[in-house]
Protein backbone atom coordinates (compact mmCIF):
# COMPACT_ATOMS: atom_id res chain seq x y z
CA UNK A 1 0.00 0.00 0.00
CA UNK A 2 1.30 3.29 -0.88
CA UNK A 3 0.78 4.92 2.91
CA UNK A 4 3.12 2.00 4.11
CA UNK A 5 5.96 4.02 5.53
CA UNK A 6 9.09 4.27 3.52
CA UNK A 7 11.13 6.02 5.90
CA UNK A 8 11.36 3.86 8.92
CA UNK A 9 10.37 6.60 11.27
CA UNK A 10 10.73 4.23 14.07
CA UNK A 11 14.53 5.28 14.85
CA UNK A 12 14.17 8.81 14.05
CA UNK A 13 13.27 10.27 17.49
CA UNK A 14 15.87 7.88 19.69
CA UNK A 15 18.85 7.29 20.44
CA UNK A 16 19.89 4.03 19.05
CA UNK A 17 23.16 2.25 17.85
CA UNK A 18 23.18 2.64 13.44
CA UNK A 19 25.15 1.52 11.31
CA UNK A 20 25.52 3.83 8.24
CA UNK A 21 24.08 2.62 4.85
CA UNK A 22 25.33 6.01 3.40
CA UNK A 23 27.19 9.00 3.89
CA UNK A 24 25.75 11.46 6.57
CA UNK A 25 24.46 14.76 4.96
CA UNK A 26 25.87 17.02 7.90
CA UNK A 27 29.27 16.01 8.43
CA UNK A 28 29.60 18.20 11.93
CA UNK A 29 26.85 17.17 13.90
CA UNK A 30 26.16 14.15 15.88
CA UNK A 31 24.09 11.61 13.98
CA UNK A 32 21.15 9.70 15.49
CA UNK A 33 19.35 7.44 12.69
CA UNK A 34 19.57 7.12 9.10
CA UNK A 35 16.64 6.00 7.07
CA UNK A 36 16.00 5.30 4.00
CA UNK A 37 15.34 8.73 3.31
CA UNK A 38 15.94 11.31 6.04
CA UNK A 39 19.40 11.63 8.68
CA UNK A 40 18.98 12.55 11.84
CA UNK A 41 20.82 14.39 14.20
CA UNK A 42 21.07 15.90 18.03
CA UNK A 43 21.19 19.46 18.02
CA UNK A 44 19.91 19.60 21.93
CA UNK A 45 18.55 17.78 24.77
CA UNK A 46 14.98 18.37 23.50
CA UNK A 47 15.73 18.97 20.02
CA UNK A 48 17.06 17.54 16.48
CA UNK A 49 17.65 18.69 12.93
CA UNK A 50 15.78 16.16 10.08
CA UNK A 51 17.43 16.54 7.20
CA UNK A 52 15.85 14.79 4.16
CA UNK A 53 18.21 13.46 1.15
CA UNK A 54 17.56 12.60 -2.60
CA UNK A 55 17.58 9.26 -1.90
CA UNK A 56 14.31 7.33 -2.75
CA UNK A 57 13.19 3.56 -2.07
CA UNK A 58 10.08 1.43 -2.79
CA UNK A 59 9.61 -2.31 -1.46
CA UNK A 60 11.86 -1.50 1.63
CA UNK A 61 14.54 -1.40 -0.87
CA UNK A 62 16.66 2.36 -1.41
CA UNK A 63 17.39 2.18 -5.18
CA UNK A 64 20.91 3.37 -6.58
CA UNK A 65 19.75 6.57 -8.50
CA UNK A 66 18.67 9.53 -6.42
CA UNK A 67 16.23 11.74 -7.23
CA UNK A 68 17.76 15.60 -7.81
CA UNK A 69 15.75 17.72 -5.42
CA UNK A 70 13.70 15.36 -3.90
CA UNK A 71 14.04 16.21 -0.27
CA UNK A 72 13.70 19.41 -0.83
CA UNK A 73 10.36 18.81 -2.28
CA UNK A 74 9.52 16.60 0.79
CA UNK A 75 10.69 19.12 3.17
CA UNK A 76 8.89 21.89 1.58
CA UNK A 77 6.01 19.67 1.84
CA UNK A 78 5.72 18.85 4.99
CA UNK A 79 6.94 22.32 6.23
CA UNK A 80 3.27 23.93 4.09
CA UNK A 81 1.54 21.23 5.74
CA UNK A 82 2.98 21.75 9.30
CA UNK A 83 2.45 25.10 8.97
CA UNK A 84 -1.35 24.72 7.83
CA UNK A 85 -1.91 22.41 10.36
CA UNK A 86 -0.73 24.82 13.36
CA UNK A 87 -2.72 27.34 11.56
CA UNK A 88 -5.77 24.71 12.81
CA UNK A 89 -4.06 23.97 16.07
CA UNK A 90 -3.26 20.60 15.52
CA UNK A 91 0.00 19.72 17.45
CA UNK A 92 3.37 19.18 15.30
CA UNK A 93 6.64 18.35 16.27
CA UNK A 94 7.95 21.35 14.34
CA UNK A 95 10.09 23.79 16.10
CA UNK A 96 11.67 26.15 12.88
CA UNK A 97 12.23 25.52 8.78
CA UNK A 98 13.89 27.38 6.30
CA UNK A 99 16.58 29.95 7.68
CA UNK A 100 14.99 30.02 10.60
CA UNK A 101 16.53 26.20 11.47
CA UNK A 102 20.39 28.18 11.88
CA UNK A 103 19.30 29.40 15.13
CA UNK A 104 19.51 26.38 16.27
CA UNK A 105 22.65 24.88 14.99
CA UNK A 106 26.24 25.42 16.76
CA UNK A 107 28.29 27.77 14.63
CA UNK A 108 29.63 25.69 11.36
CA UNK A 109 29.92 25.26 8.03
CA UNK A 110 26.67 23.28 6.85
CA UNK A 111 26.31 22.22 3.43
CA UNK A 112 24.39 25.33 1.35
CA UNK A 113 21.20 23.79 0.58
CA UNK A 114 20.51 22.65 4.04
CA UNK A 115 17.83 25.05 5.54
CA UNK A 116 15.84 23.82 1.99
CA UNK A 117 16.11 20.31 2.97
CA UNK A 118 16.21 20.40 6.78
CA UNK A 119 13.85 21.05 9.89
CA UNK A 120 14.01 21.34 13.29
CA UNK A 121 11.83 19.38 15.44
CA UNK A 122 11.02 18.45 18.88
CA UNK A 123 12.43 14.85 20.24
CA UNK A 124 9.42 12.71 20.83
CA UNK A 125 9.24 9.63 22.68
CA UNK A 126 7.24 7.85 19.04
CA UNK A 127 4.69 5.46 19.66
CA UNK A 128 5.79 2.17 18.33
CA UNK A 129 2.31 2.10 15.63
CA UNK A 130 2.17 3.61 12.27
CA UNK A 131 -1.16 5.05 12.60
CA UNK A 132 -2.30 3.99 8.56
CA UNK A 133 -5.80 5.91 7.88
CA UNK A 134 -7.90 5.12 4.85
CA UNK A 135 -10.70 6.96 2.87
CA UNK A 136 -11.04 4.84 0.32
CA UNK A 137 -11.17 1.17 -0.11
CA UNK A 138 -7.59 0.30 -1.93
CA UNK A 139 -4.33 -1.65 -1.66
CA UNK A 140 -3.49 -4.47 0.79
CA UNK A 141 -6.54 -3.81 2.74
CA UNK A 142 -8.77 -3.98 -0.64
CA UNK A 143 -6.45 -7.49 -1.51
CA UNK A 144 -7.26 -8.65 2.47
CA UNK A 145 -10.38 -7.87 1.90
CA UNK A 146 -11.29 -9.66 -1.54
CA UNK A 147 -9.12 -12.92 -0.15
CA UNK A 148 -12.10 -12.71 3.13
CA UNK A 149 -9.22 -12.02 5.86
CA UNK A 150 -9.72 -9.10 8.66
CA UNK A 151 -6.07 -8.41 9.87
CA UNK A 152 -7.43 -5.26 11.52
CA UNK A 153 -10.51 -6.51 13.16
CA UNK A 154 -12.64 -4.06 11.16
CA UNK A 155 -15.74 -6.11 10.33
CA UNK A 156 -16.36 -4.54 7.12
CA UNK A 157 -20.09 -4.95 5.34
CA UNK A 158 -19.90 -7.34 2.48
CA UNK A 159 -20.10 -6.42 -0.77
CA UNK A 160 -17.77 -3.01 -0.51
CA UNK A 161 -16.04 -2.18 -4.27
CA UNK A 162 -12.47 -1.04 -4.72
CA UNK A 163 -12.52 2.81 -4.20
CA UNK A 164 -15.62 2.63 -2.35
CA UNK A 165 -15.53 5.89 -0.23
CA UNK A 166 -15.71 5.37 4.03
CA UNK A 167 -17.79 7.38 5.85
CA UNK A 168 -15.07 8.15 7.76
CA UNK A 169 -11.18 6.99 8.22
CA UNK A 170 -10.44 3.60 8.64
CA UNK A 171 -7.55 3.15 11.04
CA UNK A 172 -5.55 0.15 9.46
CA UNK A 173 -2.34 0.34 11.79
CA UNK A 174 0.76 -1.66 11.77
CA UNK A 175 3.80 -2.25 13.94
CA UNK A 176 6.54 -0.30 13.31
CA UNK A 177 8.85 -3.15 11.40
CA UNK A 178 10.49 -4.49 7.59
CA UNK A 179 7.07 -6.36 7.81
CA UNK A 180 4.72 -4.01 8.81
CA UNK A 181 2.67 -6.31 10.83
CA UNK A 182 -1.14 -5.75 11.09
CA UNK A 183 -2.39 -4.46 14.71
CA UNK A 184 -5.91 -4.60 15.83
CA UNK A 185 -7.19 -1.14 15.27
CA UNK A 186 -9.53 -1.66 18.46
CA UNK A 187 -6.84 -2.39 20.47
CA UNK A 188 -4.59 0.88 19.33
CA UNK A 189 -7.86 3.54 19.25
CA UNK A 190 -8.02 2.72 23.23
CA UNK A 191 -4.02 2.47 24.22
CA UNK A 192 -3.64 5.69 22.11
CA UNK A 193 -7.11 7.72 22.35
CA UNK A 194 -6.05 11.01 22.45
CA UNK A 195 -3.06 10.49 19.49
CA UNK A 196 -6.04 8.85 17.62
CA UNK A 197 -8.50 11.11 17.88
CA UNK A 198 -6.01 14.06 16.80
CA UNK A 199 -4.47 12.11 13.73
CA UNK A 200 -8.11 11.33 12.83
CA UNK A 201 -8.95 14.79 12.76
CA UNK A 202 -5.82 15.96 10.73
CA UNK A 203 -6.94 13.24 8.12
CA UNK A 204 -10.33 14.67 7.48
CA UNK A 205 -9.22 18.63 8.07
CA UNK A 206 -6.56 17.45 5.04
CA UNK A 207 -8.44 15.65 2.52
CA UNK A 208 -10.86 18.91 3.00
CA UNK A 209 -7.62 21.61 2.10
CA UNK A 210 -7.09 18.41 -0.74
CA UNK A 211 -10.48 18.70 -2.28
CA UNK A 212 -10.34 22.48 -2.61
CA UNK A 213 -7.48 21.67 -5.05
CA UNK A 214 -9.10 19.06 -6.82
CA UNK A 215 -7.40 16.54 -5.21
CA UNK A 216 -8.56 13.47 -3.09
CA UNK A 217 -6.60 11.87 -0.24
CA UNK A 218 -6.88 8.09 -0.83
CA UNK A 219 -5.02 6.50 2.37
CA UNK A 220 -2.04 8.61 4.23
CA UNK A 221 0.41 7.27 7.08
CA UNK A 222 1.02 9.07 10.13
CA UNK A 223 3.41 8.65 13.34
CA UNK A 224 2.89 10.81 17.07
CA UNK A 225 4.94 10.79 19.67
CA UNK A 226 5.09 12.10 23.03
CA UNK A 227 7.01 15.15 25.29
CA UNK A 228 5.34 16.92 28.22
CA UNK A 229 2.79 14.44 28.66
CA UNK A 230 1.00 16.03 25.06
CA UNK A 231 0.69 13.94 22.07
CA UNK A 232 2.28 15.45 18.63
CA UNK A 233 2.16 14.35 14.80
CA UNK A 234 5.83 13.66 13.47
CA UNK A 235 7.68 12.50 10.88
CA UNK A 236 6.46 13.95 7.65
CA UNK A 237 2.92 14.40 6.87
CA UNK A 238 0.66 14.08 3.13
CA UNK A 239 3.60 14.07 1.07
CA UNK A 240 4.20 11.63 -1.79
CA UNK A 241 5.85 9.13 -0.07
CA UNK A 242 3.91 8.26 2.94
CA UNK A 243 0.56 9.20 1.30
CA UNK A 244 -2.14 7.82 -1.85
CA UNK A 245 -3.66 10.74 -3.88
CA UNK A 246 -5.69 10.84 -7.06
CA UNK A 247 -7.39 13.27 -8.92
CA UNK A 248 -10.83 14.20 -7.79
CA UNK A 249 -12.62 14.00 -10.99
CA UNK A 250 -11.29 10.64 -11.44
CA UNK A 251 -12.25 8.69 -8.27
CA UNK A 252 -16.11 8.78 -8.06
CA UNK A 253 -16.53 5.11 -9.62
CA UNK A 254 -16.63 2.20 -7.05
CA UNK A 255 -14.61 -0.62 -9.42
CA UNK A 256 -11.85 1.19 -10.89
CA UNK A 257 -8.43 2.29 -9.67
CA UNK A 258 -7.80 6.01 -10.56
CA UNK A 259 -4.08 6.92 -12.01
CA UNK A 260 -1.06 7.33 -9.16
CA UNK A 261 -0.59 10.56 -8.06
CA UNK A 262 2.03 9.52 -5.92
CA UNK A 263 5.38 7.75 -5.86
CA UNK A 264 3.26 5.19 -7.34
CA UNK A 265 4.90 6.25 -10.49
CA UNK A 266 8.17 4.96 -8.89
CA UNK A 267 7.18 1.52 -7.65
CA UNK A 268 5.49 0.79 -11.39
CA UNK A 269 9.25 1.55 -12.53
CA UNK A 270 11.07 -0.61 -10.32
CA UNK A 271 8.53 -3.09 -10.59
CA UNK A 272 9.63 -3.33 -14.58
CA UNK A 273 13.32 -3.51 -13.43
CA UNK A 274 12.15 -5.98 -10.89
CA UNK A 275 11.42 -8.54 -13.90
CA UNK A 276 9.80 -11.70 -11.71
CA UNK A 277 12.73 -11.46 -9.45
CA UNK A 278 12.79 -10.19 -5.94
CA UNK A 279 12.74 -6.66 -4.78
CA UNK A 280 16.39 -5.25 -5.05
CA UNK A 281 18.15 -1.89 -5.84
CA UNK A 282 18.08 -0.61 -8.93
CA UNK A 283 18.75 2.10 -11.37
CA UNK A 284 16.24 4.20 -13.12
CA UNK A 285 17.51 5.96 -16.57
CA UNK A 286 18.28 9.90 -17.04
CA UNK A 287 15.02 9.90 -18.98
CA UNK A 288 13.02 8.04 -16.13
CA UNK A 289 14.74 9.90 -13.45
CA UNK A 290 13.49 13.39 -15.05
CA UNK A 291 10.40 12.27 -15.17
CA UNK A 292 10.26 11.08 -11.27
CA UNK A 293 11.53 14.60 -10.52
CA UNK A 294 9.00 16.13 -12.67
CA UNK A 295 6.22 14.00 -11.14
CA UNK A 296 7.34 15.35 -7.62
CA UNK A 297 7.30 19.32 -8.88
CA UNK A 298 4.29 18.55 -10.79
CA UNK A 299 2.18 17.32 -7.50
CA UNK A 300 3.68 19.77 -5.01
CA UNK A 301 2.35 22.39 -7.23
CA UNK A 302 -0.65 20.93 -7.23
CA UNK A 303 -1.06 20.99 -3.50
CA UNK A 304 0.55 24.17 -2.58
CA UNK A 305 -0.44 25.88 -4.92
CA UNK A 306 2.46 27.78 -5.72
CA UNK A 307 5.84 26.40 -7.40
CA UNK A 308 8.58 24.70 -5.36
CA UNK A 309 10.80 27.79 -6.89
CA UNK A 310 8.05 30.10 -4.97
CA UNK A 311 7.46 28.61 -2.03
CA UNK A 312 11.16 28.44 -0.98
CA UNK A 313 11.34 32.07 -1.81
CA UNK A 314 8.47 32.90 0.13
CA UNK A 315 8.99 30.55 2.67
CA UNK A 316 12.45 29.05 3.09
CA UNK A 317 14.93 31.30 1.92
Known sequence: ????????????????????????????????????????????????????????????????????????????LSVFWFKEMRCANIRTHLIASGRDIYEYLPEGVYPDDLHLRAMVVRKLKMLPIEFVFRLFMAGSLWREYCAGNDPYGLNLPPGLELMSEFDCPVLTPTCKSEDDEPCEARVVKLRNAEAFVSMRFAVIWADRVLRNRGIRLIDTKLEAGLVGGQYFIGDE??????????????????????????????????????????????????????????HYHDVFKRIVGVSLEEFKSEFLS
Open 237 to 294: VFTLDNSRFCLASECGTPGTMPPSFDKEVVRSLAMRRFEGRAPHPVTFSPREIESIRY
Open 1 to 76: MGAGGENAACSLYVDVEITMRFAPLVDNLQILSQGKVRDVYSIGENRLLVVASDRISTHNQVHESIIPGKGIILTA
